[in-house]
């Protein structure tokens, strides 16, 4: 960790919500802060960081800035691009196809995508959902992938003739990666093993599109967003829209200060949400109270079931979730990943308590960050 400044010159930098303290314990609340206190220098990008407890927001604070440039502190309501912790959000938007009647989640995918590549097996939507459907990720992208010898892999090149570079170099709209995805074949069998797949949570937002007729971003504001009252959350389509609050990605330099670290590749499913520790809280209440589905009890029951045996470092996936049995409780967790953001998300429900680390320092450790607050609960 870089040295820090104290708490005190901190303070210009920290967006606080004073009287949600007599909520919960003051002891716990002081120790969250030290977590934070000492890790970012106030002229450079860190953390925004939320607890709930018992459906309250109980801590909601911004270390550094959201934009070097113009000296904007980051906040709670600072918008961020979540990454992977976007996949339960895409989960959800599918789940709410199948609760409508619209797929079957047991059906093969090329059911409704039928312009996918033959598999020569079964690959159902729940097996897509659970990173068991034996699809590759983004290494199967580009000729240096270790499965090119096999036919693994696609040949997509740059503008310039070279290798396709994922990240903030070259650029494709949504049907140009879907047009390379849905030729890829698998990467393996079937129901074998769970391995993630980034791949297979793209296209599951193809199939919100093409079951739904609306893209991702507007299924989700309609069926998920609007409904929980989410006014700041959405699915970033578009490389050139303005972002209110947006929290901007940077990346440190080896010699010394931080650059721009932000992407321009813009396609949905499995990242792309855009969202804030406030906005948060009305997604973390969803789980306790729940409103979508026909029956909201048992769409919630479906959304946290794990959709297999399967494991993967001793933990199940349940619709874009981690799944993690402790002693005498679940926690449920996930963390995003992605040119200049680093997020986690983390419920233990036994508890009603989650836990959300927002940074847009990507050598930030938000999963880290999120054990030693829980730690520090369970003291």
């Known amino acids: 960790m870089r040295?820090?400044?104290?708490?005190?010159?901190?303070?210009?930098?920290?967006?606080?919500?004073?009287?949600?303290?007599?909520?919960?314990?003051?002891?716990?609340?002081?120790?969250?802060?030290?977590?934070?206190?000492?890790?970012?220098?106030?002229?450079?990008?860190?953390?925004?960081?939320?607890?709930?407890?018992?459906?309250?927001?109980?801590?909601?604070k911004g270390y550094g800035l959201a934009n070097l440039?113009?000296?904007?502190?980051?906040?709670?309501?600072?918008?961020?691009?979540?990454?992977?912790?976007?996949?339960?959000?895409?989960?959800?938007?599918?789940?709410?196809?199948?609760?409508?009647?619209?797929?079957?989640?047991?059906?093969?995918?090329?059911?409704?995508?039928?312009?996918?590549?033959?598999?020569?097996?079964?690959?159902?939507?729940?097996?897509?959902?659970?990173?068991?459907?034996?699809?590759?990720?983004?290494?199967m992208v580009g000729d240096s992938y270790e499965g090119k010898a096999k036919g693994q892999h696609s040949t997509l090149k740059s503008a310039a003739g070279g290798e396709f570079r994922l990240g903030n170099e070259d650029y494709l709209s949504i049907d140009e990666f879907y047009q390379v995805v849905k030729k890829l074949p698998l990467k393996r069998k079937p129901d074998t093993q769970m391995e993630y797949s980034n791949f297979a949570y793209f296209l599951l937002s193809m199939l919100v599109e093409e079951r739904s007729g609306m893209t991702l971003r507007e299924y989700s504001e309609k069926n998920i967003f609007k409904p929980l009252g989410m006014k700041h959350t959405f699915f970033s389509d578009d490389a050139n829209e303005i972002v209110i609050n947006r929290a901007s990605g940077y990346a440190p330099l080896k010699s010394g200060g931080y650059e721009t670290n932000m992407t321009n590749l813009f396609w949905v499913g499995d990242g792309g949400l855009h969202t804030s520790i406030t906005e948060l809280l009305l997604w973390d209440q969803q789980f306790y109270s729940p409103q979508l589905g026909k029956n909201p009890q048992e769409f919630l029951k479906k959304?946290?079931?794990?959709?297999?045996?399967?494991?993967?470092?001793?933990?199940?996936?349940?619709?874009?979730?981690?799944?993690?049995?402790?002693?005498?409780?679940?926690?449920?967790?996930?963390?995003?990943?992605?040119?200049?953001?680093?997020?986690?998300?983390?419920?233990?429900p036994e508890e009603k308590l989650s836990v959300a680390v927002l940074c847009?320092?990507?050598?930030?450790?938000?999963?880290?960050?999120?054990?030693?607050?829980l730690d520090s609960y369970f003291d």
């Open 3 to 60: 040295a820090a400044s104290s708490l005190a010159a901190l303070s210009l930098y920290i967006m606080t919500f004073p009287l949600l303290a007599k909520t919960t314990n003051h002891q716990f609340i002081e120790k969250i802060d030290t977590v934070f206190a000492n890790k970012f220098l106030p002229n450079a990008p860190g953390c925004s960081v939320g607890v709930i407890k018992d459906s309250k927001l109980v801590f909601a």
């Open 69 to 139: 440039e113009h000296d904007i502190p980051l906040s709670a309501d600072s918008v961020f691009r979540m990454a992977s912790v976007s996949k339960q959000f895409t989960a959800t938007a599918v789940l709410l196809l199948a609760d409508e009647g619209l797929i079957d989640l047991q059906e093969d995918i090329r059911t409704y995508l039928p312009e996918l590549a033959d598999y020569g097996s079964k690959v159902t939507v729940n097996a897509m959902l659970g990173h068991f459907a034996g699809m590759g990720d983004y290494d």
């Open 303 to 348: 959304m946290l079931t794990p959709n297999s045996q399967h494991q993967l470092g001793g933990q199940f996936y349940a619709n874009g979730q981690f799944v993690k049995p402790m002693e005498n409780m679940t926690k449920y967790a996930h963390s995003g990943g992605w040119l200049g953001t680093s997020t986690y998300y983390a419920r233990i």
């Open 360 to 373: 847009n320092d990507v050598s930030q450790n938000p999963g880290k960050y999120s054990n030693q607050i």
